[in-house]
């Protein structure tokens, strides 16, 4: 399940690369995000760009996702890190 105020983004901004476009300076991306069955999210997490959330997966709450997270991990933290596998 997804606890509540946990925000999804699927568009991000690459600022390392410039726009050749007179009105936007930064590319903009669109990137898919898998969660895979049997996720727990905990509330007010950030899951952003293009990543996959292994089955079985918990996600602490106010953790910020950018990076694929393998099957079974607990992840914790503002640049979220794995402290344990689950089985």
């Known amino acids: 399940g997804i606890a509540a105020g946990t925000r ?7 600022t390392e690369r410039v726009s050749d476009h007179p009105d936007h ?3 903009y991306y669109q ?4 969660i895979e069955d049997d996720v727990f999210i905990g509330s007010n997490c950030v899951i952003a760009k293009p990543v996959t959330i292994g089955k079985g997966s918990v996600i602490g709450a106010n953790t910020v996702i950018t990076k694929d997270v393998p ?3 607990v992840m914790v933290g503002a640049s979220a890190v794995n402290i344990r596998k689950i089985g």
């Open 71 to 73: 099957a079974g991990a």
């Open 8 to 14: 999804i983004l699927t568009h991000f901004i690459d």
């Open 25 to 27: 300076h930064f590319r």
């Open 31 to 34: 990137g898919k995000v898998i």
